[in-house]
């Protein structure tokens, strides 16, 4: 079984996590949509259960993923299990529990200690394995303000290492040897965006984990979205937010993804692989730092998921005949 350790902390964990976005169900900001539609919170619970049996015992959320639903499912479908797992969850987004309307950010120390104890209780835990700061592009002078608090939660046990979940190079690297306990960057990353962006380099050279959000291109990579399907209003996909490229305001898949995604997909299947099994395999291969966390809100698609653990990385050449394919 693949194994990865979080940075310089120590942690170690599967070499694959469960993302845990959709199973947080509906809720919504001024821009619209940001959840991934209605969700089931007993198959939610099921899947968590089943990664656990699979092997997978790396589990990221967020406070704000469906106004606290997340959080407090993955905390039900724990108990009893806690000392199985490793938690990661994030803060810095103001939201309402009972109007699932989500609005602001939390930039400050004080609500940081607020949102981590909120956390907490959601959980049902008393510590957390890796605290992530959500707001990707907060000023680096407000973030280093917030290493001493960090810091001390270590010192009390709240939690054990923290993060911050960004696609900015220069925050990725701005508490790199500024806080002893900073362990990973959350970034967005898959096949169909390249092999070495700027966020991953930074994560090597530093010695931090990099968490591999969006690795399988938010369903592209798991085949089950072509140019015929279109996700429901509810979804984050069809909210034509500016950071959304993989999907069209229509919530139907963007032509230039597809076509990227034909244009690797005998590879990545190569071997007995599914397409999400071969899309993971690619993460493992380009970096030792990789640890993607494919979403999951299903027992079928966690199992999926965990049988990459058992194929392993992609070939160098298979990394390299990817490369090809998608600079031509």
């Known amino acids: 079984?693949?194994?990865?350790?979080?940075?310089?902390?120590?942690?170690?964990?599967?070499?694959?996590?469960?993302?845990?976005?959709?199973?947080?169900?509906?809720?919504?900001?001024?821009?619209?949509?940001?959840?991934?539609?209605?969700?089931?919170?007993?198959?939610?619970?099921?899947?968590?259960?089943?990664?656990?049996?699979?092997?997978?015992?790396?589990?990221?959320?967020?406070?704000?993923?469906?106004?606290?639903?997340?959080?407090?499912?993955?905390?039900?479908?724990?108990?009893?299990?806690?000392?199985?797992?490793?938690?990661?969850?994030k803060w810095g987004w103001r939201f309402d529990e009972a109007t699932k309307y989500a609005d602001g950010a939390g930039e400050t120390p004080e609500y940081l200690r607020k949102a981590l104890d909120a956390s907490l209780e959601r959980l049902g835990t008393d510590y957390v394995d890796l605290y992530q700061l959500h707001i990707g592009d907060l000023a680096v002078d407000l973030a280093a303000e917030l290493l001493g608090t960090l810091e001390a939660l270590v010192a009390e046990g709240k939690i054990r290492a923290y993060g911050w979940s960004t696609d900015l190079a220069d925050r990725a690297e701005a508490w790199g040897g500024a806080g002893a306990h900073f362990a990973a960057v959350q970034h967005d990353f898959s096949v169909l965006h390249g092999a070495k962006p700027e966020v991953l380099e930074v994560c090597e050279r530093l010695g931090l984990a990099a968490v591999n959000r969006g690795p399988l291109a938010m369903g592209l990579l798991t085949g089950k979205y072509g140019a015929g399907?279109?996700?429901?209003?509810?979804?984050?996909?069809?909210?034509?937010?500016?950071?959304?490229?993989?999907?069209?305001?229509?919530?139907?898949?963007?032509?230039?993804?597809?076509?990227?995604?034909?244009?690797?997909?005998?590879?990545?299947?190569?071997?007995?692989?599914?397409?999400?099994?071969?899309?993971?395999?690619?993460?493992?291969?380009?970096?030792?730092?990789?640890?993607?966390?494919?979403?999951?809100?299903?027992?079928?698609?966690?199992?999926?998921?965990?049988?990459?653990?058992?194929?392993?990385?992609?070939?160098?050449?298979?990394?390299?005949?990817?490369?090809?394919?998608?600079?031509?």
């Open 229 to 328: 399907t279109q996700v429901g209003e509810q979804d984050v996909r069809a909210s034509g937010v500016g950071w959304m490229t993989l999907f069209g305001e229509d919530g139907r898949p963007a032509p230039a993804s597809l076509a990227r995604l034909e244009a690797v997909r005998e590879v990545l299947t190569s071997g007995g692989r599914t397409l999400a099994q071969g899309s993971l395999g690619w993460l493992w291969a380009v970096s030792g730092a990789t640890v993607p966390i494919p979403g999951c809100r299903t027992v079928a698609q966690v199992e999926d998921n965990a049988g990459a653990l058992e194929h392993g990385p992609l070939s160098d050449a298979q990394v390299a005949e990817i490369g090809r394919l998608l600079a031509a």
């Open 1 to 89: 079984m693949m194994r990865r350790t979080l940075g310089n902390s120590g942690i170690e964990v599967s070499g694959i996590g469960m993302g845990c976005w959709a199973i947080g169900g509906p809720f919504h900001n001024d821009a619209g949509p940001s959840g991934w539609g209605e969700v089931d919170d007993a198959e939610s619970t099921r899947t968590v259960h089943r990664a656990l049996d699979l092997g997978v015992d790396f589990f990221d959320t967020a406070d704000v993923y469906g106004a606290g639903r997340s959080e407090r499912v993955l905390g039900r479908a724990l108990a009893g299990r806690r000392d199985r797992a490793v938690i990661a969850t």
